[in-house]
C-alpha cells in the first residue's frame, strides 16, 4: 500500500460507525488478561506465511506496517482476535517502491480457499474465503470490514496514482470460519 492511502481514513471514520452500530471492537476481558493475540497468517493458495505485528490507531488513523519490513501484516488491535466474535482486520502492503509485498497476490484469491491464522495461545483458526473485492478508496465498506462478522484482508490495488503517490482502490478478501 503506497504512503497511508485511504485505508487509514476508514480507521479514522470507524470510531463514529461503532459508536452508531453499538459494536465494541476490542478483545474480550479474558483474552486481555491472556494476552491473546493473532501471530501469524498463512494463505497457502498464494504461498503467504507470514507474521502479525500489532497495528493500532495514531492520528484516529488505522497504522501500517512499516515500508522497511514488506513481508510482515497486521492485524488491527481495535478489531476482535481471530476465532473470536466480531470483525478482524488483518492489513498488509501490495509493494513498496521496489519489490512485492506480503499481500502482492492477494487479488489472486478465489472464493473457498483457506486462510490459517495462528494466535499465541496456540489455536489455529482457519478462515474460507466468501468474497473478493476491489473498491475505490472513497467507497471503502466501512461497516463490512469493521462491524460485520468474519476475517477481512486488506491491501492496495488498482491504478496507481503518481501525483498522489498511492493506490486508487482496495482489494478486500472477506472470510468466515471454516
Not at 486488506?154 to 478478501?173: H, L, M, P, R, S
Request: hydrophobic share 40%; glycine share 10%.
Amino acid at each position: 500500500m503506497a504512503r497511508s492511502g485511504r485505508v487509514v481514513l476508514a480507521g479514522a471514520v470507524t470510531g463514529l460507525l461503532l459508536v452508531a452500530f453499538g459494536k465494541n471492537m476490542q478483545s474480550t476481558p479474558e483474552q486481555a488478561a491472556a494476552g491473546v493475540v493473532p501471530e501469524s497468517i498463512d494463505i497457502p493458495s498464494i504461498e503467504v506465511e507470514a507474521p502479525l505485528m500489532k497495528l493500532g490507531l495514531k492520528d484516529g488513523e488505522v497504522e501500517l506496517p512499516p515500508y522497511e519490513k514488506p513481508k510482515i501484516a497486521g492485524w488491527y488491535t481495535g478489531s476482535a482476535v481471530p476465532g473470536d466474535e466480531g470483525a478482524s482486520v488483518i492489513v498488509g502492503h501490495v509493494d513498496t517502491k521496489t519489490a512485492p509485498a506480503v499481500f502482492y497476490k492477494l487479488r489472486q484469491v478465489r472464493k473457498g480457499e483457506a486462510v490459517k491464522v495462528r494466535r499465541s495461545d496456540g489455536k489455529v483458526v482457519e478462515y474460507k474465503v466468501t468474497a473478493i473485492e476491489q473498491v475505490h478508496k472513497d467507497d471503502f465498506p466501512l461497516r463490512k470490514v469493521y462491524v460485520d462478522d468474519g476475517l477481512k484482508l486488506v491491501t492496495c490495488g488498482g491504478k496507481f496514482d503518481y501525483a498522489k503517490g498511492e493506490y486508487v482502490d482496495n482489494i478486500i478478501v472477506y472470510a468466515t470460519e471454516a
